[in-house]
């Protein structure tokens, strides 16, 4: 007597054991076994075998519906679609359950030159470890059609799990034009089999979709339930679906990076390559976050050396106050004669160096807004999604400054901040002296 049936996943499970064997192309070995029978023979005139991208998909990168980011290919086949992403600029995962169809396309992609992460397997089952973390666009052309309806549930609790705030679900898949099944659902169990994979309308799919509030789905493009000629883009067997996740009350203007692909929940930015910054940085990276993938470290400075970059040409090293020693590097100028504006960025430049700490710059960031559980750094740059965020800014780019009655006027008219002073102007006499730049004005 069997009572095992404890979760939803258990459920699942007896579920799947009501089909034919043969229909069975969904999950674990059965599945792999039948698709490898099926990429066995390359020579075959199946349309998706054709090392062309959906037409659908060519159309929405091309328009720049869909710009780069982290994309998945879902059920990628011989990585036709996944290939043409990467040529786009995306960073590129795709899984497939078949080997024989994986191995298949890595041997195109590196034909090509295209960089893509395959991976074979049941992309259901793989932990983020395995994929790296959220992504901007999950491409499924083959896959949700050739699911029974109670792995819907599966394939929901997947797209929501790993699709990102703002990102794109975009899927092709049969339609009732004569492609794929249109029997219902009751009506699969009872004859036990998909008949090769059911039919959708938009919506039905779209119903399947809508998951939250913030989501929709929507048919998309003029072609669609229109089937492709082998031989041309690529098939499209079915109507292209286009969805997006929607954030409350904003989008991004372009697919965000992901920080800490790889690093399951260890993402952060670092706003501000100062000291803090930089020793924020050099801890973190001790703690093994690598730099580039799980920290990023962004600075709004053309070059090394934070507010440093801006002291007056007079301040000299010697006659500064004492500069502390970053974290893991003493500070030891050759020649403290030397303007600190020069000898402080090159210890910061050599610092960044010599742990590869990989600032970007110059990155001006405009905002960060809360989209939890992630926060979004908007720049000029672009936009980066992560779990936590150090702001080591400062205060050099937005001092305080009192007002007080005669502010801005000197005892000649005129008032230059300590930032400026030193430097040459149009005055007689040239250079100032820092010393005069601070006297206090005159009322």
């Known amino acids: 007597m069997d009572r095992s049936t404890r979760t939803v996943e258990d459920l699942l499970r007896l579920l799947d054991g009501l089909f034919e064997p043969d229909a ?11 698709w490898d029978e099926f990429y066995a023979d390359r020579s075959r005139p199946v349309p998706f075998f054709v090392a062309k991208p959906d037409e ?10 869909l710009r780069p980011g982290r994309a998945l290919d879902l059920g990628c086949g011989p ?3 996944a290939i043409h992403l990467a040529s786009a600029g995306f960073a590129v995962d795709a899984v497939d359950l078949a080997p024989a169809a994986v191995a298949w396309a890595r041997e195109r992609a590196a034909e090509v030159g295209a960089e893509v992460r395959f991976l074979a397997g049941d992309a259901f089952t793989l932990g983020d470890a395995e994929l790296g973390g959220r992504y901007d666009l999950i491409y499924d052309s083959g896959c949700f059609h050739h699911l029974p309806p109670h792995r819907r549930i599966t394939y929901l609790a997947f797209v929501d799990r790993a699709l990102a705030p703002g990102g794109h679900l975009a899927m092709s898949c049969f339609a009732t034009d004569g492609v794929g099944s249109e029997q219902s659902d009751l009506d699969v169990y009872r ?3 998909l008949q090769g994979g059911l039919a959708y309308t938009p919506t039905r799919c779209g119903g399947s979709s809508a998951t939250s509030p913030r989501s929709s789905c929507a048919a998309c493009g003029p072609e669609a339930g229109r089937r492709t000629r082998p031989g041309s883009a690529s098939r499209s067997s079915g109507r292209p679906l286009f969805r997006r996740r929607r954030l409350s009350g904003m989008a991004p203007a372009r ?5 800490g692909r790889g690093a399951g929940e260890r993402g952060l930015v670092v706003i501000g390559a100062g000291q803090a910054g930089l020793s924020a940085a050099y801890g973190l990276r001790r703690h093994g976050l690598e730099p580039g993938r799980d920290l990023v470290v962004l600075d709004g400075e053309d070059g090394p050396g934070g507010a440093w970059r801006h002291r007056w040409p007079t301040l000299r090293v010697d006659r500064a106050h004492r500069i502390s020693d970053l974290p893991g590097l003493p500070f030891a100028p050759a020649d403290p004669t030397l303007p600190a504006a020069q000898v402080v960025p090159e210890y910061f430049a050599a610092y960044e160096n010599r742990f590869d700490l990989r600032v970007r710059r110059p990155v001006h960031v405009t ?6 559980p992630d926060l979004l750094v908007e720049t000029g740059a672009g936009t980066w999604r992560t779990r936590a965020l150090i702001n080591a800014t400062g205060t050099w780019t937005q ?12 005892a000649d008219g ?6 400026t002073a030193g430097r040459p102007s149009s005055r007689a006499g040239g250079w100032w002296s820092s010393a005069a730049a601070r006297r206090p004005c005159s009322c």
């Open 56 to 65: 659908s998909l060519a159309r929405w990168v091309e328009s720049g519906l």
């Open 399 to 410: 001092p305080f400054r009192p007002h007080y009655p005669g502010a801005g006027r000197s």
């Open 367 to 372: 905002a960060v807004r809360d989209t939890a």
């Open 414 to 419: 005129s008032c230059t901040p300590s930032s």
């Open 24 to 34: 069975h192309r969904w999950t674990g070995a059965d599945g792999a076994t039948w």
């Open 191 to 193: 004859g036990r089999h």
């Open 255 to 259: 697919p965000a990076i992901h920080v």
């Open 79 to 81: 990585g036709r679609n």
